[in-house]
């Protein structure tokens, strides 16, 4: 009988799994591209498929570490399941890290495209969701990184990750987007990649004189999900600043020291709050905005004959900080009433504070919400000018 249990355990343990995929059988891909056919105005997908043997430096320095994949279809679906026509791997989506959409596209709404690839639960809700301002996703993940990564994706990765020192760029992920997409009182704005030239230089080692490159840029900004214009830097700051995103950056001011000169303050800490006021069956809001910096540059040259001087210094500087922060936020609130695209998020604030009025106003708040007023608060403490006592002058 011991034999018998001895035997039955053995079995269990040499059990294999029935659904185990072969990696060598497996396509590893890192990009997906997502575009609308001109001429048949079907699904244009492109897979930018890692090659491990590149990778890992088997190869010549020569090979790409990538292949495209592309195909048609009338679904995300089938343009996959063609790809197995064409390519001699099966697509794995699991290690994905960007998704690009194509601007047309996004158009006419991301919803219907983005139910295959959420609904087979392969690509992840951290994955970064990304535009190709005025081009095709195809081309954007077409163009060769600048950086050293050799996998193009990991690129664009990299360069949506470095936002945290720079708030220049709107970024989303798949779950932030069906987050606001699916919630109430505020829309979705996302990274947009443009297709930029540069020159080359002889240390570059390269024949051509120009080259394309990839540059992140503003925000996509969506009303609900479908695409309807875009946020220049400027305002992409203001966007920035209402939502809580700008965790670092560096704010230029001119020199309060020496004119035609300038300082760099480098934003160490910030919060925002929009607070919805309603008086007499009419709302206004408020956005109360606090940030905390350092002076890490100052091109003026001069020195401070007193503390009094020096404080009153980083007041002044203060005051120009705030004047500028103001003015951004204004422009973002403004692109949002331009384009009845609810982005920086009132109607959720409303919702929060005065569910019953929101219910009242929801349905037609696209078009309310662009009378609404806004007053913009904002408070910056400037901390110091990390270890410098200066500015110095030269004697």
Known sequence: MKRVGFILCSLFLLTGCWDKREIKTLGFVMAIGIDKDSKSGNILLTAQVVDPEAVQGETSLAKSSVKLVINKGKTVFQAIRKML???????????????????????????????????????????????????KARDVLGVKQEGLEKIQANYLKGIIANQKFNYSSANLTILEFYKKVLGTGIYPVASSF???????????????????????????????????????????????WVVGKVKSGIIVLPSLIEKG??????????????????????????????????????????????????????????????????????????????????????????????????????????????????IVKVDVTIRGSREMKGPFKAQ
């Open 85 to 135: 026509q064409e390519f001699d791997r099966k697509n794995h989506y699991a290690h994905n890290k960007v998704i690009v959409i194509g601007e047309d596209l996004a158009k006419e709404g991301l919803l219907p495209i983005l139910d295959s690839l959420k609904r087979g639960g392969d690509i992840r809700g951290y994955v970064w969701l990304c535009i190709a301002k005025g081009a």
């Open 194 to 240: 443009q297709i930029i030239q540069k020159n080359n230089y002889p240390v570059e080692e390269n024949s051509k004189k120009k080259t394309d490159y990839i540059k992140l840029s503003g925000g996509a900004v969506f009303r609900k999900d479908k695409l309807v214009g875009y946020l220049n830097e400027t305002e992409t700051h203001g966007y920035n």
């Open 261 to 374: 000169k300038s300082a760099s303050i480098e934003v160490i800490k910030s919060s925002a709050k929009i607070k919805p006021v309603l008086k007499e069956n009419k709302i206004y809001f408020t956005i109360d905005i606090h940030e905390k910096a350092v002076i890490v540059e100052e091109q003026g040259r001069g020195q401070f004959k007193s503390s009094e001087e020096r404080f009153q210094y980083f007041k002044k500087m203060e005051k120009e900080n705030e004047k500028l922060v103001r003015k951004e936020v204004i422009k973002a609130v403004n692109k949002a009433k331009k384009l009845s695209s609810d982005f920086l998020g009132f109607g959720n604030a409303l919702n929060k504070q005065y569910p019953t009025k929101w219910n009242e106003m929801k349905k037609k708040w696209d078009k309310q919400f662009s009378d609404i007023r806004v």
